[in-house]
Protein backbone atom coordinates (compact mmCIF):
# COMPACT_ATOMS: atom_id res chain seq x y z
CA UNK A 1 0.00 0.00 0.00
CA UNK A 2 1.57 3.55 -1.00
CA UNK A 3 0.49 5.99 0.95
CA UNK A 4 1.35 10.13 0.86
CA UNK A 5 0.49 13.73 1.82
CA UNK A 6 -1.40 15.34 -0.51
CA UNK A 7 -2.46 18.69 0.94
CA UNK A 8 -1.59 20.74 3.78
CA UNK A 9 -4.10 23.29 5.34
CA UNK A 10 -3.61 26.54 5.63
CA UNK A 11 -5.99 28.82 7.35
CA UNK A 12 -6.33 32.21 6.26
CA UNK A 13 -8.30 35.40 6.11
CA UNK A 14 -9.66 36.13 3.07
CA UNK A 15 -9.42 33.22 0.24
CA UNK A 16 -8.36 36.31 -2.43
CA UNK A 17 -6.03 38.12 -0.68
CA UNK A 18 -3.99 34.66 -0.13
CA UNK A 19 -4.36 33.59 -3.55
CA UNK A 20 -2.83 37.41 -4.44
CA UNK A 21 -0.13 36.79 -2.13
CA UNK A 22 1.12 33.13 -2.66
CA UNK A 23 0.76 33.62 -6.51
CA UNK A 24 2.27 36.61 -7.31
CA UNK A 25 4.45 37.11 -4.07
CA UNK A 26 5.71 33.45 -3.59
CA UNK A 27 5.40 32.64 -7.32
CA UNK A 28 3.15 29.65 -6.78
CA UNK A 29 0.88 28.63 -9.39
CA UNK A 30 -3.12 28.61 -8.69
CA UNK A 31 -4.11 24.60 -9.87
CA UNK A 32 -7.26 25.03 -8.27
CA UNK A 33 -10.66 27.57 -7.16
CA UNK A 34 -13.77 25.91 -6.87
CA UNK A 35 -16.79 27.02 -5.67
CA UNK A 36 -18.33 24.89 -2.61
CA UNK A 37 -21.65 25.09 -0.66
CA UNK A 38 -22.25 28.24 1.62
CA UNK A 39 -19.67 29.65 0.02
CA UNK A 40 -16.53 28.21 0.87
CA UNK A 41 -13.93 27.29 -1.97
CA UNK A 42 -11.38 24.60 -2.92
CA UNK A 43 -8.20 26.11 -3.57
CA UNK A 44 -5.36 24.48 -4.22
CA UNK A 45 -1.55 26.54 -4.88
CA UNK A 46 1.51 24.60 -5.18
CA UNK A 47 5.23 25.82 -6.33
CA UNK A 48 5.71 25.95 -9.98
CA UNK A 49 6.14 22.60 -11.38
CA UNK A 50 6.22 20.68 -8.01
CA UNK A 51 5.36 17.14 -8.20
CA UNK A 52 4.57 16.76 -4.19
CA UNK A 53 2.62 17.91 -1.47
CA UNK A 54 0.51 21.20 -2.49
CA UNK A 55 -1.47 23.72 -0.06
CA UNK A 56 -5.35 23.68 0.76
CA UNK A 57 -6.52 27.54 1.27
CA UNK A 58 -8.60 27.38 3.94
CA UNK A 59 -10.64 30.30 5.06
CA UNK A 60 -11.22 31.00 8.65
CA UNK A 61 -15.13 29.33 9.27
CA UNK A 62 -15.07 30.94 12.77
CA UNK A 63 -13.58 33.29 15.58
CA UNK A 64 -11.25 29.82 16.96
CA UNK A 65 -9.92 29.53 13.34
CA UNK A 66 -9.75 33.06 12.78
CA UNK A 67 -7.36 33.45 15.91
CA UNK A 68 -5.17 30.52 14.43
CA UNK A 69 -4.24 32.65 11.39
CA UNK A 70 -0.68 32.92 10.75
CA UNK A 71 0.20 31.25 13.83
CA UNK A 72 -1.27 27.60 13.16
CA UNK A 73 1.98 26.15 14.91
CA UNK A 74 2.70 28.11 17.50
CA UNK A 75 5.71 30.33 16.26
CA UNK A 76 7.71 27.89 14.95
CA UNK A 77 8.33 27.01 11.29
CA UNK A 78 5.39 25.90 9.72
CA UNK A 79 6.41 25.03 5.80
CA UNK A 80 9.53 24.52 4.53
CA UNK A 81 9.99 25.08 0.77
CA UNK A 82 12.96 23.71 -0.85
CA UNK A 83 14.60 24.94 -3.88
CA UNK A 84 17.84 23.96 -6.23
CA UNK A 85 18.71 26.86 -6.35
CA UNK A 86 18.91 28.67 -3.00
CA UNK A 87 20.51 32.10 -4.32
CA UNK A 88 18.08 32.67 -6.91
CA UNK A 89 15.37 32.19 -5.38
CA UNK A 90 16.61 34.25 -1.99
CA UNK A 91 16.54 37.40 -4.17
CA UNK A 92 13.93 36.99 -6.24
CA UNK A 93 11.96 36.83 -3.26
CA UNK A 94 13.27 39.70 -1.23
CA UNK A 95 12.79 41.67 -4.69
CA UNK A 96 8.96 40.64 -4.50
CA UNK A 97 8.81 42.10 -0.90
CA UNK A 98 9.13 38.94 1.20
CA UNK A 99 10.22 39.87 5.21
CA UNK A 100 13.22 37.10 5.72
CA UNK A 101 13.46 36.91 9.33
CA UNK A 102 16.92 34.99 9.72
CA UNK A 103 19.21 35.53 7.09
CA UNK A 104 20.85 32.64 5.12
CA UNK A 105 23.00 30.26 6.62
CA UNK A 106 24.61 27.09 6.16
CA UNK A 107 23.98 24.10 8.40
CA UNK A 108 24.31 20.00 7.65
CA UNK A 109 21.45 19.58 6.01
CA UNK A 110 21.93 22.76 3.65
CA UNK A 111 21.68 26.29 2.84
CA UNK A 112 18.34 28.02 5.10
CA UNK A 113 16.74 30.88 5.75
CA UNK A 114 13.36 31.89 7.57
CA UNK A 115 10.87 34.37 5.93
CA UNK A 116 6.85 34.77 6.92
CA UNK A 117 4.13 34.97 4.87
CA UNK A 118 0.83 37.51 4.66
CA UNK A 119 -0.09 36.21 8.20
CA UNK A 120 3.13 35.45 9.55
CA UNK A 121 3.15 31.73 9.09
CA UNK A 122 7.15 31.00 9.08
CA UNK A 123 8.63 29.02 6.18
CA UNK A 124 11.79 27.95 5.94
CA UNK A 125 13.50 28.14 2.58
CA UNK A 126 15.42 25.29 1.95
CA UNK A 127 18.43 23.95 -0.45
CA UNK A 128 19.19 21.00 0.98
CA UNK A 129 22.87 19.42 0.97
CA UNK A 130 23.77 17.25 -1.51
CA UNK A 131 24.07 13.73 -0.59
Known amino acids: MKQEIAHVALVVRDYDEAIEFYTKRLGFELL ?63 SRGIEFIREPREEPYGIVAVFEDLYGNRWDLLQLAAA
Open 32 to 94: EDKPLESGKRWIIIAPRNATGTSILIARAADAEQLSRVGNQTGGRVFLFLHTDDFWHDYTTLK
